[in-house]
């Protein structure tokens, strides 16, 4: 042994060793498992559905949902590698230009009534979807660095200092409103920091800290559903909605109007359980909550944009521009006036850019080869499916795999799907593809959710057993709420803002 090593330091040594050996397995079964799946659902995929014959490309298209399913599932690799893996796989395998399609041994000729090529499947990347993405979070970051969220909120948040009750609310709807137009993650971090003085004046295991603690995350995630750039998912939805052949079109503002009725019911629901839950006993003196420095020119430009932003996002209708065009202007702009600089550009999520791409080319992909269509085959109502039960089916879904997995992966992977099984109506499976959406979204019960909760959770001052037993009631209200609308008030708006 080397002198200078300490029993306690090998020891430390040995058990990283273990878990880098124990991963390194782990990994090697999952890949092992995901390659095993996906050969198997390949070859004993049914050869007909219905009354149509299955192609060479659905097998294998089949193959590659599973590979992404299994990885975006376990995360045995970033989520990101996982859509690269998927857009190479699809290239490789489906693609007769570029790919090797045509020209895999042992496989049987393509149709020749199907000729795809590699770029079907890269300029997913372009998408409108992605620059909007993109140009909100350009937008967030030029925020964030000129202090326009802090000042905002801080001012916004005083009034609502005078009771335990007023400051809940206030909480929940001030994180909301930026969560519609940032990034959850942000707005979370930037939240916990506004509202830590008056935290600081609560002992730490007063029921009213936790609860105004889970107000953040709770407030960022319920607002992200507001609008199509709030959280990925909605983003996944938004594209399927408006993709070529859908027969449906859908504005920022139709979205708008869907989603924040929804946004302030449920916010005004979790600010009464978070009262119930983690009442606030004896007098509480809130100090003032003290905003940041003045806004400075650069500042004040760029309030300027994010209100032409989010006016042009909502007059989109009548002006006639695209959400992705006014994305690409705002990100144009706030460039030409040296709002953000490279360092800010490189600074965004591309990962979630990435991840976003891969869904959007899993989507197009089983569209373009035809799966999506073999799904339409399947008479759901004749199997015991109504509508009710397949809307049920997709909410309770969506809640579950985004409880334990990444929000973005699960929409990537349920939109595509619920967008072929509507029963009935195009706008059936509209209406189908939102609900999988939003579900995605209330998803808050466990630290992992999402990154909002994992800040909470991370102040050391919220038990997991708490976000659990309060996040979990949420998401389970939420899912009468969802399901009420999709009768009451969905339609309506689908039917206002869809045309067919």
């Known amino acids: 042994m080397h002198p200078s090593l300490s029993t306690k330091s090998m020891e430390q040594i040995m058990s990283e060793a273990q878990e880098s050996s124990h991963g390194h397995v782990k990994r090697t079964v999952i890949l092992c498992l995901a390659i095993v799946l996906a050969a198997s659902a390949y070859a004993l995929f049914p050869s007909k559905i219905g009354s149509v014959q299955v192609t060479e490309l659905q097998r294998r298209m089949v193959g590659i949902f599973v590979i992404a399913g299994i990885f975006w599932a ?71 660095k000129h202090g326009i969220d802090r000042k905002i909120a801080a001012i916004f948040l005083q009034p609502f200092t005078k009771s335990p009750r007023m400051l809940i609310f206030g909480v929940l709807g001030i994180t909301a409103f930026f969560s519609m137009w940032m990034s959850n993650t942000a707005t979370a971090a930037m939240m916990l920091a506004i ?26 995630n319920i607002g992200g559903i507001g609008t199509p750039i709030g959280t990925p998912p909605n983003a996944v939805a938004f594209d399927a909605l408006n993709r070529p052949g859908s027969g449906m079109e859908v504005t920022f503002l139709d979205w708008v ?13 979790v600010g009464f359980m978070l009262l119930y839950f983690f009442p606030h006993k004896g007098q509480l003196l809130l100090g003032k909550i003290q905003p940041p420095d003045r806004i400075r020119r650069k500042g004040r430009i760029t309030l300027v944009i994010l209100m032409l932003a989010i006016l042009l996002w909502l007059t989109g209708k009548w002006t006639g521009l695209a959400s992705g065009a006014v994305a690409l202007f705002i990100a144009a702009v706030l460039a030409v006036f040296k709002i953000i600089d490279r360092k800010d550009v490189d600074s965004i999520d591309w990962d979630v850019l990435i991840l976003m791409w891969g869904g959007l080319s899993l989507g197009g992909a089983m569209s373009a080869t035809g799966l999506t269509g073999l799904i339409t085959q399947i008479d759901f109502i004749s199997l015991g499916f109504g ?20 929000n973005t992966a699960t929409a990537n992977l349920l939109v595509p799907i619920v967008m072929a099984m509507g029963v009935g ?3 059936g499976r509209g209406e189908l ?68």
């Open 74 to 144: 376990t995360e045995v690799i970033p989520l990101f590698a996982t859509s690269l893996l998927v857009i190479s796989l699809e290239i490789i395998f489906l693609a007769e230009k570029g790919g090797l399609a045509a020209k895999i041994p042992g496989l049987s000729q393509l149709p020749s009534d199907i000729h795809l090529t590699y770029a079907s499947f890269l300029s997913s990347f372009g998408s409108h979807i992605i620059i909007l993405f993109m140009g909100g979070f350009l937008l967030s970051t030029a925020l964030t």
């Open 257 to 269: 109007m869907m989603a924040v009725p929804l946004e302030i019911l449920m916010l005004i629901v």
């Open 425 to 427: 109506t195009m706008q």
């Open 195 to 220: 509202v830590a003085p008056v935290l600081r004046q609560l002992p730490e295991k007063d029921l009213f800290h936790r609860g105004l603690i889970l107000a953040v995350p709770f407030g960022a």
């Open 387 to 406: 509508q009710w039960a397949i809307a049920t089916l997709v909410v309770v879904s969506a809640l579950v795999f985004s409880t334990f997995m990444s």
């Open 433 to 500: 593809a939102v609900l999988a959406a939003l579900g995605c979204s209330f998803a808050m019960a466990m630290p992992v959710s999402t990154p909002p909760n994992a800040i909470a959770f991370a102040t050391g001052n919220v038990p997991v057993g708490s976000m659990i037993r309060v996040g979990g009631l949420i998401s389970i209200v939420s899912i009468f709420v969802m399901l009420l609308g999709y009768k009451l008030f969905l339609p309506w708006v689908m039917d206002f803002g869809l045309g067919s």
